[in-house]
């Protein structure tokens, strides 16, 4: 029976998200409540399915994300997701097929870069994605970290830390992430949805699992909310008869420092607690060094996060911004991609310009390697060194890296 690649009815959604959840590795069926809640916000001329004999065996969608750039504007993103073969139909070419019916659509609508957050390291950069933002996942020894014990957790600059219900995340949160978003690169958009789904009021899918979280929220000392944390705990005794439990991170977001440095401090001297998981944070997390010995946040995880992909590179350069003057010839390949071309961008702090050029170029690089450079993460200096980079102009490479990385580094805490 021949295969059909193609965009997805109405009437085949509920087939659609079983083939997600199964590619997923969870059996069954979502509930209809979760297909119909699903099909509510999704635009189905974005969502492509593989159909043999009717069923659906092969799953990509994607849609419209704001993704936050160094300097605080966005674009809008192609954001790729639920993307699944059934392992009856794997290695025939058809997340091929569906990637590139998906990329020539993003590009057509003009978006400037597409993103996804990759299942496996070697299954994107064939497609030109290169991983831009990485993540670290501390486990805090808590009474190791050099707090003292006697403190009552509250910050002492007049601001405060309250426990608070879901529905208060859901009221303050889109505030703080909004504020967080328009300084911290790598920040991507969250729909209601999102609030929704973290605070246990969406539908689920059986593989999205759910259990009570605890929320809080810090307030500075005028008394406006700016930090969000939501945390479990588990709870566990040693045979000595201690509390010995662990505090595990789901989402800690703060639109200012010091509201995230209470926010740790407070989850850090909760009775009972003697480990903190941290979740997902950005590898310069200010966590460890607030510690009076970081050496009590031991790294768990350090791995690739938002993986992107150039589709426009005049635009995409054009729309970061940069915090000094100069001028950089870059020659990008990218084997029959959109992104391939010599440009010339001339950078400084009042905006950018990026146009094709023939001057000679400084730096040649892939379209993957001039994504993992584009929010301020990667080194230029490294990707030479990798031989991942050629350097053609003796200093490019140090120019290359004045001029794209950032302060801090790009964050990214969505999964999607
Ligand atoms: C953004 C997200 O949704 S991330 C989630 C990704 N999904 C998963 O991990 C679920 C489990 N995996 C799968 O369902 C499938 O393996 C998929 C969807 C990743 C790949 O689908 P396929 O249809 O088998 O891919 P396709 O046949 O088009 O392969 C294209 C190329 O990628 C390679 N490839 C695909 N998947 C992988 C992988 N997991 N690891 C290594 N290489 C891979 C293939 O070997 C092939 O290489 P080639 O072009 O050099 O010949």
């Known amino acids: 029976m021949s295969l059909d ?11 659609w998200m079983r083939a997600v959840q199964n590619g997923f590795l969870t059996p069954g069926s979502p509930s209809d409540e979760a297909v119909a809640e699903r099909l509510e916000d999704t635009d189905l001329s974005r969502v492509l399915g593989v ?4 069923r659906c065996v092969g799953t990509f969608s994607s849609f419209p994300q704001r993704l936050t750039l160094p300097g605080g504007s966005t674009v809008v993103a192609d954001a790729v997701s639920a993307v699944t073969m059934a392992p009856t139909h794997r290695r025939r070419g058809l997340l091929r097929r569906m ?53 009552s957790g509250q910050p002492a600059d007049g601001g405060r830390v ?29 729909d209601e949805r999102w609030w929704k789904k973290h605070t246990g009021v969406a539908a689920r899918s059986p593989y999205e699992k759910w259990d009570e979280p605890f929320y809080a929220v810090h307030r500075d000392a005028d008394g406006t909310v700016d930090g969000l944390m939501i945390y479990s705990a588990d709870d566990k005794w040693n045979d000595g008869g201690q509390p010995v ?34 979740g997902t944070r950005a590898p310069d997390d200010l966590l460890p060094l607030l510690l009076p ?28 911004a940069y915090e000094r003057e100069a001028s950089l010839v870059l020659d990008v390949r990218d084997t029959s991609g959109p992104a391939a071309g010599r440009f010339l961008l001339d950078a400084s702090p009042d905006g950018a310009r990026c146009a094709p050029t023939t001057r000679s170029a400084d730096l040649v690089l892939g379209a993957a390697e001039l994504a993992t450079l584009y929010l301020g993460d990667e080194s230029a200096r490294r990707l030479v ?14 120019l290359a890296d004045a001029v794209f990385r950032t302060g801090r580094r790009p964050w990214c805490p969505d999964v999607f």
Request: contains cysteine; glycine residues 8%.
């Open 5 to 15: 690649v193609r965009t997805v009815t109405a009437s085949e959604y509920p087939d």
């Open 51 to 54: 159909f043999d004999g009717g």
């Open 99 to 151: 990637m590139t019916d998906d990329l020539a659509a993003a590009r057509e609508r003009g978006e400037a870069v597409a993103t996804l957050v990759a299942a496996e390291y070697p299954i994107y950069g064939r497609y030109g994605f290169g991983p831009a933002t990485w993540s670290t996942e501390w486990e805090v020894s808590v009474h190791r970290a050099g707090l003292d014990p006697r403190r």
């Open 162 to 190: 309250e426990l608070v219900d879901g529905a208060d995340i859901r009221t303050y949160g889109p505030g703080v992430h909004a504020r967080l978003a328009a300084v911290r690169p790598g920040i991507v958009s969250r």
């Open 245 to 278: 439990n662990t505090a595990t991170v789901r989402e800690l977001i703060a639109a200012t420092p010091a509201a995230e440095r209470a926010l740790w401090l407070f989850l850090c001297s909760v009775d009972w607690i003697s480990t903190v998981r941290s």
């Open 293 to 320: 010995d970081p050496r009590a946040a031991r790294p768990v995880t350090h791995t690739d996060w938002l993986w992107l992909r150039m589709l426009d590179v005049e635009r995409a350069l054009e729309a970061r």
């Open 385 to 398: 060194d990798l031989g991942r980079a050629d350097e053609l102009r003796p200093g490019a490479a140090e």
